[in-house]
């Protein structure tokens, strides 16, 4: 699921190996189908019209459908209230249809978006948000219900691409919620040594060049250059930044966190931007849901042909 570039990096092609986890999650969903009369089921709730988050959603519930699982709509206008909000979310959790429950973020400004995921029932919160998934996760000995997607899937490249984890370093740029906090409890779990960089770090080129692994969740363009790159590390490139760009018609393009051009010369590995992480964060999305409806159907009870 790589391709050797002319300069030396391997590309992990995150669009091939999120098409294979695809097909694995399809198969399974058929297998859930025949023994259980069951398919998972996963409900998007979206609150107003933000092009970049309508664009996931619609990514999300096409994704679905194409694995054959149910995808369950709920927009609701960008002036409904917490309360309103909060109601389709205990309404949801009540389902026992619904198998994962997923708010689109961010909320509009009146919303406190805290108090929304908190509500999200802790075996439904497919995005791995939950307080007590992330506690979970943060322990050793424990396993959350569901980790968050991107992290999940930054993971997931690197075991596919055969990159080892064990006793290596690893160093995360950037400390979010969302990326770069679970993705540094994950590589702990997986027995890499983790540091993790951000806007406080003194002298963040330094910790980044000591590197096997580099994840990039900063937020920043093209901030980890080819120089800050121990030769031959695995570099995964979470960042979506858009920069202006003359020569294409919309003006701009599309870069990560990792100065592409540069950064290929030297690393062993390195992910896209686009075609690297955001294909699989989807992917993990309908793992996640997968998982739930297993432990959902599995129960002895549930089968067909028991």
Same mark, same amino acid.
């Given at each position: ?5 002319? $300069? ?19 198969? $399974? ?15 998007? +709730?979206?609150?107003? &019209? ?15 459908? $194409? ?14 209230? $917490? ?43 497919? &995005? ?15 396993e959350p219900l569901f980790v968050p997607c991107t992290p999940k899937g930054c993971i997931e490249l690197l075991i596919r691409m055969g990159i080892p984890l064990k006793g ?28 993790? +960089?951000?806007?406080? #770090?003194?002298d963040p080129k330094s910790i980044v060049k000591e590197a096997d692994i580099i994840i990039a969740a900063a937020g920043q363009a093209q901030m980890v250059k080819g120089d ?16 202006? &760009? ?12 990792? &100065? ?12 896209? +931007? ?6 699989? #964060? ?14 959902v159907f599995l129960q002895p009870e549930n089968a067909v042909n028991a």
């Amino acid at each position: 699921m790589g391709s050797s570039g002319a $300069e030396g990096a391997v590309l992990i092609d995150g669009k091939a190996i999120a098409n294979t986890i695809h097909q694995e999650i399809a198969q $399974e969903v058929t297998y859930l189908w025949n023994n259980y009369g069951r398919v998972p089921s996963l409900a998007v +709730v979206i609150v107003g &019209d933000r092009k970049d988050s309508q664009t996931y959603v619609r990514m999300k519930r096409k994704a679905c459908t $194409e694995v054959g699982m149910k995808s369950i709509s709920v927009d609701l206008p960008a002036d409904a209230s $917490e309360e309103t909000i909060l109601d389709h979310v205990m309404e949801l959790n009540a389902d026992p249809e619904v198998i994962g429950v997923l708010v689109q973020l961010p909320l509009p400004k009146h919303v406190n978006e805290e108090r929304v995921l908190n509500a999200i029932s802790i075996e439904k919160d497919v &995005d791995g948000f939950h307080p007590l998934n992330i506690g979970k996760l943060c322990m050793k000995g424990r396993e959350p219900l569901f980790v968050p997607c991107t992290p999940k899937g930054c993971i997931e490249l690197l075991i596919r691409m055969g990159i080892p984890l064990k006793g290596k370093r690893a160093v995360v740029v950037g400390r979010s919620n969302i990326v770069g906090m679970p993705v540094a409890m994950l590589l702990n779990k997986l027995d890499a040594s983790v540091s993790i +960089v951000h806007s406080n #770090t003194a002298d963040p080129k330094s910790i980044v060049k000591e590197a096997d692994i580099i994840i990039a969740a900063a937020g920043q363009a093209q901030m980890v250059k080819g120089d800050w790159i121990k030769r031959g590390a695995a570099v995964i490139d979470v960042g979506t930044n858009y920069i202006p &760009d003359s020569t294409k018609k919309s003006g701009h393009r599309l870069v990560g966190d990792v &100065d592409f051009a540069e950064a290929k010369k030297v690393a062993g590995y390195i992910t896209p +931007v686009p075609g690297g992480v955001g294909p699989m #964060t989807i992917a993990m999305l309908l793992k996640n849901t997968l998982e739930g409806a297993k432990r959902v159907f599995l129960q002895p009870e549930n089968a067909v042909n028991a």
